[in-house]
């Protein structure tokens, strides 16, 4: 079946422009979300699949003045060149098609934004952005019960993509951000996150500033012939 055939106004046709509408927003307004549309993410989130149902995901939603506390923190680690320190190991070498892959997604948000091939100083401030939230009022920390391992961390991310998508739904702009996850013994501090759990990732979320050219480009997708293979 193309997408072409499926039945505008079906359900599916309902969840496509979702997913089309997704992206990851790296500019948003200072504007708090009302609580209630925050409850009404995390109630459709919480339907998410996991291994056993097990849920492993502990979610800390930071806004108000421990947003700002955590933000500054993070941008002054950053500032000092403190060394990453993930828990989760990071990619160890991206090759080929996802080597050209990641390449196209980084000229996208360069061109997007000025910075200049090889201009490290602008590069390195585009980065800083990530500790800033990209200026989001809110940010969801995720964390997985660490005896639940990989498949757990697995369930976070099938937890992160619904809670983007719920969020596109409810209007808003959403971006995971595994830079987030570089010193995880900040995110402990901050949010007394126990020894049992991962730090996996953050999503900053709240509303989109449309004006932004960080926000004006779109990243393109691998054809399925480089992505599936259809047996029988
Ligand atoms: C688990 C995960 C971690 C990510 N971490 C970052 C990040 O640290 N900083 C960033 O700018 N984008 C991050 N992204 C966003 C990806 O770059 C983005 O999803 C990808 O380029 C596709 O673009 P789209 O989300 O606009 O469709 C992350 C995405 C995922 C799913």
Not at 66 to 87: I, T
Request: glycine share 8%.
């Amino acid at each position: 079946m193309t997408a072409r055939s499926i039945a505008s106004g079906s359900d599916l046709a309902l969840l496509q422009s979702v997913m089309d509408r997704r992206h990851s927003c790296r500019s948003f307004l200072q504007t708090p979300v009302p609580w209630p549309t925050i409850e009404q993410i995390l109630a459709a989130t919480a339907r998410t699949a996991s291994w056993c149902n097990a849920q492993p995901w502990l979610v800390h939603i930071v806004s108000g003045a421990p947003l700002e506390a955590l933000r500054n923190d993070l941008v002054a680690q950053a500032d000092a060149g403190v060394p990453p320190e993930p828990e989760l190991d990071w990619p160890v070498a991206y090759r080929g098609l996802f080597q050209e892959r990641r390449r196209a997604c980084g000229r996208a948000l360069y061109e997007a934004v000025g910075v200049r091939h090889g201009d490290r100083e602008a590069s390195g401030l585009q980065t800083r952005e990530n500790f800033r939230l990209f200026g989001a009022p809110h940010v969801a920390i995720m964390t997985s019960e660490a005896a639940l391992g990989t498949h757990g961390i697995m369930d976070c991310g099938a937890w992160t993509a619904n809670f983007m998508l719920a969020a596109t739904a409810a209007g808003l702009g959403s971006i995971a951000q595994a830079a987030l996850a570089s010193w995880p013994a900040v995110l402990r501090r901050h949010l007394q996150i126990g020894r049992d759990k991962h730090v996996v990732c953050g999503i900053s979320f709240g509303y989109e500033d449309t004006a932004h050219p960080a926000n004006g480009f779109r990243t393109a997708r691998a054809p399925g012939s480089e992505t599936v293979v259809f047996v029988g």
